[in-house]
């Protein structure tokens, strides 16, 4: 997944904080509206809309002669891939993934501890992604055989 620019971060701010995942999108004047303060114009917030379509940010759907732009995946699954994709930069996956654990604070361990055990718990049926960025953080992790990696042994490591 390609990190954000600051503008574009700016964009799907205001889509994941604006449009609920349950409404029908933004126009382009609407997202350029919320966007206060940056004096930006129609056709820059238009041009970073169509980026982050290419990239598979953002849906778009035509109304009339007008796009509504939703995001494709929720700010938690974006962040999420940008976790999975640090860990992906090579050096030892294990190595930080216990630096991580290390630097969180308790509350942030039961959480993860949690959300292990609720994974462990539910069947592999039960755990399809919910679009295109969901999908690879979701997925069972392989490890580097390439067999799937089991939730009982993440919390072995």
Do not use: N
């Not at 992604?129 to 580097?144: E, H, K, Q, S």
């Amino acid at each position: 997944m390609t990190r954000l620019g600051d503008l574009e971060r700016a964009v799907m701010d205001v889509l994941w904080d604006t449009v609920p995942g349950t409404s029908d999108g933004a126009t382009v004047r609407e997202v350029a509206e919320a966007l206060d303060g940056r004096e930006l114009a129609y056709t820059t917030v238009m041009t970073v809309l169509d980026r982050l379509a290419g990239k598979g940010m953002v849906r778009r759907q035509r109304e009339g002669r007008a796009w509504r732009y939703q995001a494709a995946a929720s700010r938690e699954a974006h962040i999420a891939q940008l976790m999975l994709d640090a860990l992906d930069l090579g050096g030892s996956r294990d190595a930080a993934l216990v630096r991580f654990a290390r630097s969180v604070t308790g509350t942030e361990a039961e959480v993860l501890r949690a959300a292990l055990g609720a994974e462990a718990a539910t069947p592999p049926a039960e755990r399809a992604g919910a679009g295109p960025l969901a999908d690879r953080v979701d997925a069972p992790r392989a490890d580097r055989a390439g067999q799937p990696a089991l939730a009982d042994e993440a919390t072995d490591r």
